[in-house]
Structure formats: C-alpha cells, structure tokens
C-alpha cells in the first residue's frame, strides 16, 4: 500500500506501520516531570531526580555512548603500547594525598577503617617492584572534595599508568600518543600533537597567573614593579605590580574598563581595584590612571612590555603572590569578555618542575603535590638545601585550561623517602605506620619508575564540548555531593551502624 503522507523531516518518515493489535509493555504516568528532548529549561536538581528520564534526551544520551567509545579507545591503545590492565583494591588505607579520604569502618576489626583510594598510587608503585614493569587502568578514585563545574564530587577516573626504568621523558611520550590519538578519534576540532610545550611552574605562575594556563588565550602577564617604583600613584606604593597588555584594547568603551574593575573587586577575585590606561592612535596615554604614567615609564613599557597604539593596559597591584593569582583571574576573564580564545582546537602543554614541598595556612612545610615524588637532586637535595627550593620531577598535563593529567617520576628509594617525609613532619616510624607495604617493598630492589593519570571524565568533557562534567557522566551526584536519583547518602538504621562499632548521636 503506497503512504500518502511520508515525513522527510523524520528519521522515520518513510515508514508507516499498521497495528492490528497494541499491547502496553510498559505504562507510563499521563504528566512527565519535564519535556524530554526539547530545548526548554529544566531545573538541574529535577534532571537529576529523575536521572533515567534525563538520559534519554539525545545530547546526553549521546555523550553516554561517546564515554563508551573513549573508554574503550584507551583501552585498545594501551594494549597496543604493551600496557598490562590490572585492577587494584578499592577497600584500601588511608593515605595523605591531598584530599579527605572516604573512610569505611570495619565489621571484623572494631574500631578501624578502610579508606577509598584517592588514587592507586601505592599499588601502582608495588605493582612495579612486582615485576608488572607496564601497568595500567581505567581506575575508580575517591576524594572528599567540593564540587565544581570540572570536578565530579566524590568519585572519579582515571587513566592510571605507571613504568618501569622510565623518564619523565618517557611517560610525556606515552601522553603525547594516547591523549592525541583519542582526541582526534572523536573530534573534529584541530588537535596539537606532541612534543607538547613545557612550561616550569615557575613560569606558568609567571605569565598566565596560574599552573593550568589556557594557551588559546594569547594574553601575557607581565611584572612591570621595577618601571613604576618611583611612582606617585599611592596604590602602587610597595607593591608586586603586574601588567597585561590588550592589543586594540583603546577600543573598548569606559563601561567595559568598569565592568572589568567591577569583575577584579568581587568577593571572588578579590583585588582592591584594577588600574589602566588606553594608549590611544596617536599614541597618547589616555584615561584611567595615565596621568601617573610619566613619559619615562612610557617609552619603558612601549620598549619591553608590548604596549602600543590602540592597546590598553591593565594593572594589578598587591602582595606578590596575591597579585599573581588576581592577574591569572583577570587574564582569564579578559580573554573570554574579548572574544580572544581561539576556537575549534585543543592546545596541549605539560607544567614541570614543580616546588617538592610549599607552605601551610599553619605555616609548616607540606608537600605541594604528590608525596611519593621524587626530589630533584635526590637524597642530597633533601639534606643540604631549603625545602621550599627543592623542585620534583612532578608533571601535569594541560589541555585548554584545565589540568588533565598529573604524574611524576616516583621516589623508589627508602632513605630517601623517610627523608622527603621528615621534612613533612612524619618520623620514620610514622612512615612505615601508613605506607608500611611501600617502606617495606623497597628494601627488596625497587626499579626506577614513572608514571601520570590523565583524567577521563575531564578528556571526555573536552571531548564533547561539555561546560559541566555532569553532563558526560550517566548519574552523577549534584553541587552538593548528593545523589538526588538515589536519596544518598543517608541515614541508616541503628543495627547496620551497631554491626560496624560506630554510634551517632542524635541532633
């Protein structure tokens, strides 16, 4: 029988099916919580209470299937590269890595814990003294931390891979083959390929204000203390001055210097204002506090620091660090508000020569990354110079502004390690207390060895073009830290707690 009214706007529109029975599988409620697959707005604590209804809008339901496809691409490709899978503990110890540790009491030994692994770093490290000289995994790790737009609350994954008799060298090379062979897999946007650029930390803080620099953004920050020192303008006074010079930033009108004063002052960037000045075609310095620049400074940031005609100049006076943060808020914010982020490409850049160690809000030495790292220098570094100088051979992988890898080549040696921790202000008895399964392990020849974890949820979120990390993940928990599909976490009842040894009291 020939159709009469075929749909060409339909997947389905030319075919037409004839029921001679209809029979309901499934009934479903006459109202829905909200419309699936329009483009209406529906409240994100809705979408997720009803998660599996949510995941039948196309998008998403799309994106759940793109994290298929990655996962399995890692996989095949570490297989390719002579990577072993093997799957650590999930019940394990706790360790200081950086974040709260989920803790989970024990029924058999009253009074102790497990805790999630925020990462499967003291297995990996065994693993390799095992003689596994190529490990890898799509890991589950879990860390008590607060939420944000690129960061999943509670739990998360990574690419978690570690080598044997490697070089930070090595493990870049590995990166610059997977994540870029992954990448252009699933995009069409241009993707860098390897050797990606180094930054030192050093310099990342430096120029971009930040250690997770988005290299699309062409703005520089630049420190210009040294040209203004004899400054009369009283808020320069005594201070760390940094500079970022917009190219045809004259352009801009006076609401766009306030709008940016505005954004620098809030509660969130925090600066106590934002200097600047246009330097106008003719070459004239206009506005803002161009009556403080004299003809001298001028000619000194004309000379060194890139300003000429048509551009503008922001500055950001404060404590020094506290002025290199705030200028990384305004780069950022300036980039976005001018359009300046160049589109359609993933620029890639790996952060080296990170600090060993920083200080405390208590104002005691703590490691500034990973714990297991190892100190440049070695043991001799350790005993003979000032901690806060001592840099590691820690890495992070950058991609458009967001970290998406972290790693370094480890510490694999016991002297060492008691060492690196006593600066920490862990004795020796201390050490083999937490990471007694380590200590103990490299008394017996411990390979040198190396690795990175580059994060899955963020690749996938890059991938897909995702401004939120919720949006890839098929039921992720909301901003705050709660599953809403499942009603977790919750209370639960007095004999479940009983059997663990553990009692609450009552508010």
């Known amino acids: 029988m020939e159709r009469s009214n075929k749909n060409p706007n339909m997947k389905t529109g030319n075919i037409e099916v004839i029921a001679s029975k209809i029979e309901v599988l499934g009934k479903c409620k006459n109202v829905l919580p909200f419309e699936i697959n329009t483009n209406q707005e529906v409240r994100e604590d809705l979408r997720l209470e009803y998660r599996f209804l949510d995941l039948r809008n196309e998008k998403l339901h799309n994106n759940i299937l793109l994290r298929s496809k990655i996962l399995k691409t890692l996989r095949d490709r570490m297989d390719e590269l002579g990577f ?75 690419l978690d891979f570690e080598m044997s008799f490697a070089t930070q060298e090595d493990v870049f090379k590995v ?21 990606f650029v180094r930054i030192p930390y050093k310099e990342a803080i430096e120029k971009y204000g930040i250690d997770k620099p988005d290299l699309r953004n062409p703005l520089i920050i630049q420190d210009v203390t040294e040209v203004f020192k004899n400054s009369e303008f009283k808020a320069f006074e005594n201070k760390a001055i940094k500079a970022i010079v917009v190219p045809n930033g004259a352009e801009q009108g006076r609401k766009f210097f306030d709008k940016m004063t505005e954004f620098a002052t809030s509660d969130e960037v925090g600066a106590k204002g934002l200097a600047w000045a246009k330097c106008e075609n003719s070459g004239e310095l206009t506005g803002g506090i161009s009556k403080f620049i004299t003809e001298d400074m001028k000619k000194e940031l004309e000379k060194n620091y890139e300003l000429n005609n048509n551009s503008a100049v922001f500055f950001i006076a404060d404590e020094f660090e506290k002025a290199q943060k705030i200028a990384g808020l305004v780069r950022i914010e300036l980039g976005k508000r001018l359009d ?43 005993q003979n110079k000032n901690p806060l100088e001592i840099l590691a051979y820690q890495y992070d992988l950058v991609c458009n502004g967001y970290e998406m890898a972290s790693g370094a080549v480890r510490n694999h040696s016991p002297e ?16 083999k207390n937490r990471f007694g399964a380590l200590y103990n392990a490299f008394q ?51 004999q479940q707690l009983d059997d663990v040894h553990i009692s609450c009291s009552s508010d």
């Open 175 to 195: 990166m610059e083959d997977v994540v870029p062979y992954t990448f252009k897999k699933f995009t069409n946007w241009k993707v860098e390929e390897g050797p």
């Open 416 to 431: 060492i390690m008691v060492k690196a921790f006593e600066i920490a202000g862990y004795s020796e008895e201390d050490v």
């Open 340 to 382: 300046l982020i160049e589109k359609g490409v993933y620029k890639f850049c790996f952060i080296v020569d990170f600090p060993m160690y920083e200080l405390s809000d208590e104002g005691t030495i703590d490691f500034s990354h990973n714990p297991f790292s190892m100190p440049q220098g070695g043991l001799e570094a350790l």
């Open 84 to 158: 072993t899978e093997i799957q650590t503990p999930i019940l394990a110890n706790s360790s200081p890595e950086g974040a709260r540790d989920y803790l989970v009491p024990s029924r058999l030994n009253p009074g102790e814990f497990y805790a999630l692994p925020q990462a499967p770093q003291q297995f990996k490290q065994l693993l390799m003294v095992a003689g596994f000289n190529k490990y890898y995994q799509i890991a589950p790790c879990f860390r008590d931390e607060d939420p944000r737009a690129d960061r999943a609350p509670g739990e998360f994954y990574q």
């Open 444 to 494: 017996y020849g411990t390979p040198p060895h190396a690795g990175a974890a580059p994060g899955v949820d963020r690749m996938i979120m890059l991938i897909a073009d995702s401004q939120n990390i919720r949006e890839i993940i098929a039921f992720p928990k909301n901003k705050r830290a709660r599953d809403l599909l499942m009603n977790a976490p919750s209370k639960v009842t007095k």
